[in-house]
């Protein structure tokens, strides 16, 4: 990083006597000389000229200033110090993804956030109800639909030097398959949808057809996301259980779950068929065999 610093000097000046004299609109007679861009080493100090190395990483800007007073103090008559940021080649943020422009955000003392970095980058290129935000920091990645961030500030996070920011447009979705109104792979938006949106969508369960007692959801969860009564079986390389939750919509309260029971990327959602329709199936087998031979049979009398 590059700073730039000014010294005052109450009259008589002592020791900032030469070199360029800013006095940037001040009343006094207090002389201000500007050092040139003084770059922060790679052990993290400065060189200030009869205050010596001066700590600069990991330090504001206020306590590089009071370090500098401090060593001036006896030495400069009544000195004051102005310490700015010119140049920020450390403290960056890398924004990368679904944005108009790809970018390294230098950080600021005042600190940017989540939706400053996305900004910075021109903003996001899709609708935002469909756009994840991923943050990297160090080793720990997290997500969050961008519209649920910028709902809630507490979500729109400060970052830190090093962050990677994802903008990621992953149109999310669930397969409908069973006694639905149809079968296919369904889109959702970002900020998820409940069961019951699920099923909304699918057209229901057909009535002749559906059990309502047989609403399956099959998912791959994470180990420690459930209260296992036994350690499971770990079935995919990175660490997850198959987990199928049965609903039975015969039950009234059901329903209030199904309006909360969040919906997840990549989940199944199967709903089984009513016994009767299993024997209709059958009858219709007997029959499709049975009519031929009745024709034949009536065609050799």
């Known amino acids: 990083d590059g700073l730039e610093i000014s010294i005052w000097e109450a009259p008589p000046a002592t020791l900032f006597l030469s070199g360029p004299v800013d006095v940037r609109g001040a009343t006094t007679s207090a002389r201000a000389t500007t050092l040139p861009d003084q770059m922060v080493n790679s052990e993290g100090y400065i060189s200030v000229p009869f205050a010596g190395k001066i700590k600069a990483a990991g330090e504001s800007l206020q306590a590089v200033e009071a370090e500098i007073v401090k060593r001036l103090t006896g030495k400069a008559n009544q000195p004051e110090v102005f310490v700015r940021l010119t140049?920020?080649?450390?403290?960056?943020?890398?924004?990368?993804?679904?944005?108009t422009t790809?970018?390294?955000?230098?950080?600021?003392p005042g600190g940017e956030r989540l939706l400053d970095a996305l900004a910075a980058a021109g903003g996001v290129r899709q609708p935002v109800n469909k756009m994840t935000i991923q943050l990297t920091r160090g080793d720990s990645v997290f997500a969050m639909p961008l519209d649920s961030i910028i709902r809630d500030p507490k979500q729109n996070v400060t970052l830190a030097r090093g962050d990677v920011v994802t903008a990621m447009?992953?149109?999310?979705?669930?397969?409908?398959?069973?006694?639905?109104?149809?079968?296919?792979?369904?889109?959702?938006?970002a900020q998820g949808i409940?069961?019951?949106q699920a099923l909304a969508r699918t057209g229901g369960l057909r009535d002749e057809r559906s059990d309502p007692q047989g609403v399956f959801i099959f998912r791959f969860e994470p180990v420690n996301a459930l209260a296992w009564p036994k350690?499971?079986?770990?079935?995919?390389?990175?660490?997850?259980?198959?987990?199928?939750?049965?609903?039975?919509?015969?039950?009234?309260?059901?329903?209030?779950?199904?309006?909360?029971?969040?919906?997840?990327?990549?989940?199944?959602?199967y709903v089984s068929n009513a016994p009767v329709a299993e024997l209709q199936k059958f009858l219709n087998v007997v029959f499709s065999v049975a009519y031929p031979i009745l024709n034949a049979a009536q065609s050799f009398k």
């Not at 979705?173 to 296919?184: M, W």
């Not at 039975?248 to 989940?267: E, G, H, I």
């Open 169 to 189: 447009f992953q149109p999310l979705s669930f397969t409908a398959l069973g006694a639905t109104g149809k079968n296919e792979e369904i889109n959702f938006e």
């Open 102 to 108: 790809s970018t390294r955000m230098p950080l600021t």
């Open 87 to 99: 140049k920020n080649v450390s403290s960056n943020v890398t924004v990368v993804g679904e944005v």
């Open 231 to 269: 350690q499971p079986v770990v079935t995919t390389a990175d660490g997850r259980v198959a987990v199928i939750y049965r609903i039975d919509l015969r039950d009234p309260a059901s329903f209030f779950v199904a309006q909360t029971f969040q919906m997840s990327n990549k989940d199944l959602l």
């Open 194 to 196: 409940s069961l019951a």
